[in-house]
């Protein structure tokens, strides 16, 4: 059973940072562009971020500039720097994985919950 493992959610104030964490088993993370989506109550889960596995990235439009992903490739882990947060970022941050070889597949973390207050 494959497991992404997430850290780095919590409560902060708005205009705070936080810095969110994807543990990725080895095999998957060479062979993965992995990134974030995040669902907030009462709504559907959204795309934030990705990058490849060459390191290109992409953001939704909220977070374009207030965001940033990284992958850390000794450690087999991807970062997602968040600052200036802002209330309506809160939501649980799911990490994804989408696998290309040798076989297409997505593997999904179990989510840690970031709560920004106002």
């Known amino acids: 059973h494959v497991q992404l493992v997430e850290s780095g959610g919590g409560l902060v104030q708005a205009g705070a940072s936080l810095r969110l964490s994807c543990a990725t088993p080895?095999?998957?993370?060479?062979?993965?562009?992995i990134g974030w989506f995040r669902q907030a109550p009462g709504k559907e889960r959204e795309w934030v971020a990705t990058?490849?596995?060459?390191?290109?990235?992409n953001y939704r439009d909220s977070v374009k500039s207030r965001f940033t992903i990284s992958r850390d490739n000794a450690k087999n882990t991807v970062y997602l720097q968040m600052n200036n947060l802002k209330p309506e970022d809160t939501a649980v941050y799911y990490c994804?994985?989408?696998?290309?070889?040798?076989?297409?597949?997505?593997?999904w973390g179990q989510g840690t919950q970031v709560t920004v207050s106002s």
């Open positions: 080895v095999r998957i993370f060479s062979r993965s562009a």
């Open positions: 994804y994985a989408d696998q290309t070889s040798p076989y297409l597949k997505t593997y």
């Open positions: 990058i490849t596995k060459g390191g290109m990235t």
